[in-house]
């Protein structure tokens, strides 16, 4: 069941990003799938600098503001 969590919450994460990045990032599929990796992104860039947050919130925030920082890189590309 942790993978299927992880999962949506990756995809839930894309699509909050997309929201709040300016210009809607990428449509709707490849903002969710920029948030899939945006999570793995997240929780590998805070425990790089020793930051956990625990719980539900904590994996979707985190999930969150990698898949922000995927889509603002990527916004690089789109130009």
Same mark, same amino acid.
């Given at each position: 069941? +942790?993978?299927? /969590?992880? @999962?949506?919450?990756?995809?839930?994460?894309?699509?909050?990003?997309? %929201?709040?990045?300016?210009? +809607?990032?990428?449509?709707?599929?490849?903002?969710?799938?920029?948030?899939?990796?945006?999570? @793995?992104? *997240?929780?590998?860039?805070?425990?790089?600098?020793? &930051?956990?947050?625990? *719980?539900? /919130?904590?994996?979707?925030?985190?999930?969150?503001?990698?898949?922000?920082?995927?889509?603002? &890189?990527?916004?690089?590309?789109? %130009?």
């Amino acid at each position: 069941m +942790g993978i299927i /969590l992880s @999962l949506i919450i990756g995809c839930l994460a894309g699509f909050i990003a997309g %929201k709040l990045m300016k210009g +809607g990032g990428f449509g709707l599929i490849m903002n969710l799938i920029l948030g899939l990796f945006g999570g @793995l992104l *997240g929780g590998w860039l805070f425990q790089q600098f020793g &930051i956990e947050w625990g *719980g539900l /919130l904590g994996q979707l925030g985190t999930a969150i503001i990698g898949a922000a920082l995927i889509l603002w &890189i990527a916004s690089f590309f789109k %130009k």
